[in-house]
Each structure stands twice: as C-alpha cells, then as structure tokens.
C-alpha cells in the first residue's frame, strides 16, 4: 500500500508564488518516477510536471520557465514550485507516483487557487 499526502496548496494572487509538496510512504521501494497533475472545473486532467529517478523531467508547455519540479529521494517527497502563477493555473493539483511495476498511485489533490 502506498499513500502520497499533499500539502501547500491555497489562494494567492496573480504573480504569486506557492511550493506544492507531496510526501511518499508505504511500500515506495519501486518508484521510477513522480509527478504534479492538475484538473480545472470542466475540464480534463492534464500533466503539469514529471521527474524520473534519473533526473529527467517533463514539463507542461503552459508551465515552463514558471515552474520547477524536483525530488527529495531521501525523504520520498517531490516538490512543485510555482512562481508566476495566473488565474489560469488555478485547479487541483495531484500528485502521482508511477512503479516500476507500472502501477500508479495518486494523492487526494490540494486545491490552487489565483486570484486577484
């Protein structure tokens, strides 16, 4: 079993910046990687960020330069900063961690919100 608790969410104002957390506990002997999605009302869950275990990551094109995601493999925690934040950022953002078995586990989201 595996549990990913989020924390770091909130309101903030255009331009604004918040640090999204999520902790990794549990049987996390095989994670290859973890990641940051996020879901606005109406609309489809989408990637935000991704890093590996090796370092590569993936952005969003609509993140990049705004954003930056890193690791902390010592503490199974990854980390989502998000700076220059517009009201178009504003969803619920998830984390997720993929196993090297190809299972995928997902936190309980914490809510982004931008606004002025």
């Known amino acids: 079993q595996v549990q990913l608790v989020e924390s770091g969410g909130g309101l903030v104002q255009p331009g604004g910046s918040l640090r999204l957390s999520c902790a990794a506990s549990g049987s996390i002997f095989t994670i290859s990687a973890m990641g940051w999605y996020r879901q606005a009302p109406g609309k489809q869950r989408e990637l935000v960020a991704t890093?590996?275990?090796?370092?590569?990551?993936n952005y969003a094109d609509s993140v990049k330069g705004r954003f930056t995601i890193s690791r902390d493999y010592a503490k199974n925690t990854v980390y989502l900063q998000m700076n220059s934040l517009k009201p178009e950022d504003t969803a619920v953002y998830y984390c997720?961690?993929?196993?090297?078995?190809?299972?995928?586990?997902w936190g309980q989201g914490t809510q982004v919100t931008v606004s002025s």
């Open positions: 997720k961690a993929l196993f090297n078995t190809g299972n995928d586990y």
């Open positions: 890093k590996t275990n090796n370092g590569n990551t």
